[in-house]
DNA sequence: CTATTATATTTGTAGGACAAATGAAAAGAT
DNA sequence: ATCTTTTCATTTGTCCTACAAATATAATAG
């Protein structure tokens, strides 16, 4: 935005591991290596590009912890399938992530919770519809509603959308989320709607309504936290 | 499911790299370790874990990738604030993910595009509505839309949302996205709606509409995709 | 008290060594 | 010729040593 900010790059000078993982990376694309392909061995690797063994194995334990590459000590590597979250899994961590970083997971999962509807209704099944039926019944005795039984709502949602990734990715979104939201309220005054939609009213419309009903519904249902979203 | 294919785990034997992985993430987490403080050097880490050097270093290859960590040559290590999305980044080859992990980016973008509806409306301003206004005219006289055309549109809703990590994370997935597509087009039988939404459509409600009739549009708009979608 | 010089520190990289398990090859037995 | 046993080469995981280079700190000189 700012010209000034246009601030000299720090000329990222990449060290030989870096490069190597680059090259590894290109490597296995330009030559489309699949799940199951047998990989060079490290030594091999190493001559090749003139590095020490060393640098390529660190290189190597980066693709390893992606899933991208599986090693069977004393038989070689492959490729493998990689795990999509597994690098998100692990530096979702509030006390490191950036304030901004927090907040973008915060909206994202915002966006996530209104997108879903879609599949919800093109998914949905009697036996869904029956265990998320007993969780709404179950709640509308409570009082109040812990962190644990918004969970198991939303919880259920996402199992009911058939989409493993996807249900995987807000579980791991959700801690960030509350934590995101705890900080808020210490400061937004957060009012709560007029005509509040609870987890019963979504289950109904979901039973039998449409997925602009359950849309309109599920933002007024979280309209506590939109309306802490500002420019 | 099939009560046979509880079958026997491969018991994972996590390697040493692997469990100083954990052990150091584990260590930052518990002593609440923030961007910038001082980690201790390799060596006294290798000692205090009774490890090689080789092994911290390979562990701390891995940190390093993720941006969880930051190595300062010759002034020793620091924390840093890791890139949320460094580790999905490089794992997002069609080659080698999995069909199952495909599909379900392919959701994803589907109802990240139906989320962001709120957002847009809520930080829409006058000179992004202007720049929009620009793609959908130079559209209009098209015959038929590009890929980069698509990109170019849907992108700049993205940027319109504000939050950059959304940002970036959905121009990771819209490669997949496509490719997932262009092989899902050469089976199925896909059908362009009798009443298709365009871009300016789109355009003209964000300019003077709601985002109930927003997202109502863009279901139209990608229903070539929704249809795609089976149980 | 300041300026120069020496020293210690710490990461990045190289290279050597070996255990252990696996698969393949060789040797032996029938 | 076929089957069994033994030997051997391969390859990853782990450990060790070494050193360059640049920085921060301490020591020395002016």
Redesign the pocket.
């Known amino acids: 935005m700012n010209p000034k900010s246009g601030l000299l790059e720090p000329l990222e000078s990449l ?3 870096d490069r190597v993982e680059n090259i590894l990376r290109e490597y296995f694309t330009e030559n489309a290596f699949k799940p199951g392909d047998a ?1 060079p ?3 091999e690797i190493a001559q090749k590009l ?6 390529v ?1 660190e290189a ?1 334990s980066r693709l ?1 912890m992606l899933g991208m590459v599986e ?7 492959i490729m493998a399938q990689p795990d999509l979250l597994a690098g998100i899994e692990k530096v979702l961590n509030p006390f490191i992530l950036s304030k901004s970083n927090q907040k973008d997971i915060f909206e994202l999962r915002l966006i996530l919770e209104m997108g879903i509807a879609e599949f919800l209704f093109a998914r949905k099944t009697q036996q869904d519809l029956d265990e998320l039926e007993a969780i709404v019944e179950k709640q509308k005795t409570l009082p109040v509603l812990s962190k644990e039984d918004e969970i198991e709502f939303h919880g259920k949602l996402y199992d009911m959308t058939g989409n493993e990734t996807f249900q995987r990715f807000q579980s791991l979104l959700f801690p960030v989320f509350e934590h995101v939201f705890a900080t808020l309220t210490t400061t937004a005054d957060h009012v709560a709607p007029a005509n509040p939609v609870t987890h019963y009213d979504l289950f109904k419309i979901l039973n039998d309504g449409t997925p602009e009903e359950f849309r309109k519904a599920m933002h007024i249902h979280l309209s506590v936290y939109y309306n802490s979203i500002r420019r």
């Open positions: 060290s030989m591991t990989l061995n490290e030594l003139n590095v020490s063994r060393n640098v194995r190597l390893r090693a069977r000590p004393r038989r070689g590597m």
